[in-house]
C-alpha cells in the first residue's frame, strides 16, 4: 500500500457489531473461509469491526463504493437493523452473494436494499447496486470498474 497512502489495511473482519470471530472452516481454502462469533479471545479469534465503526475511524461521511465478498456473512450484515445507517451513505455497492454457505444472503441483501433509490445490475457473480442519484458518476465509476470503454 506505499503506492496508495490513501488505503490503509484494516486487519479486522466485516461484522454487524463489535466481537471476536472464528474462522468455522479452516481446513478449507482461504477464499471459502466462513465465521461465527466466538465469546473467547484465543489465538486464532479475529476481532470483528462495523461499517460504521470504519467509516468514523476514517472520519468519513460516506460511502463511493463499498466491494463485498464475505462467504455469507452479508445475510447477518444486512440483516442487521444497523445496515439502513450505512446504506443510506453509500452510493454503490457491489456484493458477492453466498447462498450455497448460507441460504437467505440474496433475500437478505434484496429485502435491506428495497427502500432506497439502487438500480439493480449483475456483473458475472457479483450483484451491483448504484444509487440512482449518483447514477452519472457512477455509471463512468462502474466502466472504469469493470473495464468497459463508455465511448
Known amino acids: 500500500t506505499v503506492s496508495y497512502p490513501n488505503v490503509r489495511p484494516v486487519n479486522k473482519a466485516l461484522w454487524v457489531r463489535r466481537a471476536n470471530l472464528i474462522i468455522e472452516n479452516p481446513s478449507d481454502q482461504p477464499h471459502a473461509f466462513r465465521v461465527q462469533e466466538t465469546a473467547q479471545v484465543t489465538a486464532n479469534s479475529i476481532p470483528a469491526t462495523t461499517i460504521q465503526e470504519l467509516l468514523r475511524e476514517v472520519g468519513a461521511s460516506s460511502v463511493d ?79 472504469l470498474l469493470f473495464g468497459r470503454n463508455p465511448a
Open 65 to 143: 463504493l463499498l466491494k463485498l465478498d464475505i462467504e455469507g456473512a452479508e445475510k447477518e450484515l444486512f440483516e442487521d437493523q444497523t445496515s439502513a445507517d450505512w446504506l443510506t451513505r453509500t452510493h454503490a455497492l457491489i456484493v458477492e452473494l453466498h447462498d450455497r454457505f448460507k441460504p437467505g444472503c440474496t433475500a437478505a441483501v434484496e429485502r435491506a436494499i428495497a427502500n432506497y433509490d439502487f438500480r439493480r445490475s449483475q456483473r458475472g457473480e457479483n450483484l451491483v447496486f448504484v444509487r440512482e442519484t449518483r447514477r452519472q458518476a457512477s455509471e463512468a465509476d462502474a466502466d
